[in-house]
């Protein structure tokens, strides 16, 4: 079975920094997707930015950019210029050929002023 | 503004009191979703429906049910909740299977 890992639980970053979010996945197939999803307190997870695997460029979203590392089976997430908005959970989610969603225990994010 | 509604957001029931989850969307997506979110912990899918198609997860008890009656409506179905089924219960939609999901705000249940 597909396991997402994401070995930072909290991580801190200064207003206007740049901070990296990391995650890990293992996996048998090769085609298939990786996402992560932003969840603020109390408020929906909404999409930041998704990457196919089949895909050899690096997903950007303006100031969210991943690094794909498909031999490594790594998936980390960039954030440029922190903003106060920033600060959420961030979940890292993994989709296999067969449509089935892992995602995995999330890294909550405080932006410091 | 199009989007995916869960009523309530909170729910409290009592150890072995069925209780029902809804979910409705006005994207006019194909597919929807459960996800049951434990504290401090990932989203894990429960079941989705592809139109009237329903795909239940390997894992997911049999406590667990759920409804489609029509594209934009969608129940969780609890039978008997027992303490450990005491979660935040995520509704999501996508177009087709391979898009992207949105999600809703979620109905936190507290069992008693």
């Known amino acids: 079975a597909q396991t997402v890992t994401q070995s930072q639980p909290e991580m801190s970053v200064q207003e206007a920094e740049t901070v990296t979010l990391s995650c890990t996945y293992d996996?048998?197939?090769?085609?298939?997707?990786l996402f992560w999803y932003k969840q603020p307190p109390s408020r929906q997870m909404i999409l930041v930015i998704r990457q196919e695997a089949y895909k050899q460029q690096n997903a950007t979203e303006n100031r969210f950019s991943v690094n794909f590392q498909k031999a490594a089976k790594s998936f980390s997430l960039k954030i440029s210029d922190s903003q106060l908005g920033d600060a959420a959970m961030y979940f890292c989610?993994?989709?296999?050929?067969?449509?089935?969603?892992?995602f995995g225990t999330g890294t909550s994010l405080t932006v410091i002023p | 503004d199009a989007m995916v509604i869960q009523n309530p957001r909170y729910q409290v029931t009592q150890f072995g009191k069925p209780v029902t989850l809804s979910c409705s969307q006005t994207?006019?997506?194909?597919?929807m979703y459960w996800y049951q979110q434990k504290s401090s912990q990932a989203p894990k899918l429960l079941f989705h429906?592809?139109?009237?198609?329903?795909?239940n997860e390997a894992d997911t008890p049999d406590n667990f049910q759920s409804r489609r009656p029509n594209t934009s409506f969608c129940f969780l179905d609890i039978r008997s909740p027992g303490l450990g089924d005491a979660a935040m219960y995520l509704c999501a939609t996508s177009l087709s299977i391979s898009d992207e999901q949105f999600f809703g705000p979620g109905t936190r249940l507290t069992v008693l």
């Open positions: 429906y592809y139109d009237k198609d329903f795909n």
């Open positions: 989610a993994y989709r296999s050929a067969a449509y089935q969603f892992y």
């Open positions: 994207l006019n997506h194909n597919v």
């Open positions: 996996t048998s197939e090769s085609d298939y997707y």
